[in-house]
């Protein structure tokens, strides 16, 4: 009896998984990040997790090294500044798929699915400069994956915005593509079409709520009832998530590309930053994404199955650039140390789960950098604490975040406390001309938290091609979209670092809040 019970728990542990996410549900893992987290720690926190697909910016060495041996299914991505060679000289793209793709792939190597040429190339912002380069890249890229003989397993496309479609009624069945970019849109469809491969889309919610004021709040989230929903002949939809994708699903049908299947590449809600991105909403917005993909159901104009999904994101990025809002540093449903910021059931069941966080994470010894009002030159305090924040990340502070309201001092702290950790806790990043001082006791304040550094280790990337630039930048609407959501559009400034000046002012303004 006891030989079959020990034959049956290992059966259990090799056959089923130690966490079940929904069907389709995969994530983003960025590094714009002053202390990246180690990539197998990170790997680490996929399989612990149940997470079975992973997207990529940019493909660096350590991060595919991590991936290579593990069943995770990879979409890694090819930067926008790379598009302008990847679409003049095929050479180009065939040296990346052999420095990329083929150089990991093998019996213990990354299981590639698709590579994502481009991140939203054809946002208004940016005034057409990659329209016209795109697809020829695409088509290196597809061509170069084609004489490796991997073109059948590894597909091509581009993540767009929601912005290269519109509805001109607000009703997601009457989509159509936006007219500047009609001959293009049905070049990459067809692309698409004839390659198997999916449309990829970025749709941010949470942005409604940020960029609208008047927006229904309920309507960005799920199981509204009938008085936070839109109808369309009939059809009610209860989340502006579904109304975009049947945007797009209606966009498609105008453009005879009806079966082209669709992956929501982006997805998810901020934590921090702003008066809407709390960890609250986020677990509220995440526990009806991930229950309406459970059911399998898929939406409207395409009742048969959910779209896969790819949440935004997996890990904080304290390097992003904040020109669309400070939230930009607070997507992570981890902190930046791999830790879960709030209960999540990936499975959509509804259960109050907690995730299964990093293991074996190396932090910076137990102190911190906070204001010392014992100093005499306190005149100086305003110009030193934006002096700090124009250095580091202070988005915790701002009307609505986590640290706000709490007075002079907390705002001193936090500044002072985020450069010290940030500078790797060196001696002389806690001084300020006397105005800080190190403290072993942790001064965090109720939601108000004072991070520890971790320790961590130099990221490589393989090639020009490779390099990151900025997942996200500032925000743009077209002035001709009757959309009943607002898109993401990054800038064209693909810095991570935001503007001293403004942000200087901004926090000598606020010191004395």
Known sequence: MLRAQVFLWAYILIFFPASVVAQGLGVNWGVIASHPLDPKIVVNILKDNGIKKVKLFHAQHDILTALSGTDIEVMVGIPNHSLESLSEKYSVAHAWVKANITAYMGKKGVNFKYVAVGNEPFLAAYNGTYNNLTLPAMKNILKALNEAGVGKDIKVSTPLNGDVY??????PSDGIFRHDLADIMNGICEFLHKNDAAFIVNIYPFLNLYQNPG??????????DDSNSMDDHGVKYRSVLDANIDTLVAALKVANFSDIPIIVGEVGWPTDGNIYATTKNAKKFYNGL???????????????QYPDVYMFSLLDEDLKSIDPGMFERHWGIFSFDGQPKFPMDLSGKGQNKSLVSGKNVKYMEKQWCVYNKDASNQKDLAVKVAWACNSTDCTTLVPGASCSGMGIDMNASVAFNM?????NQTKGACDFEGLAKIVKQDPSNGTCRF??????????SNSNASAPKSSRSSTSSSSTSHSPFQTHSPSPSSSPFHSPLLIFQFFVDMTFY
Do not use: H, S, V
């Not at 519109?166 to 009703?171: A, D, M, N, Q, S």
């Not at 927006?215 to 509204?224: G, L, R, T």
């Open 166 to 171: 519109i509805t001109p009624t607000y009703k």
């Open 215 to 224: 927006f229904p709040e309920p309507y960005a989230f799920f199981d509204n």
């Open 290 to 304: 991930l229950k309406r993909m459970a059911t399998n159901e898929g939406t409207p104009l395409r009742p048969k």
């Open 419 to 423: 450069y010290y950790q940030m500078a």
């Open 451 to 460: 991070p520890i550094m971790i320790k961590t280790i130099q990221t490589t």
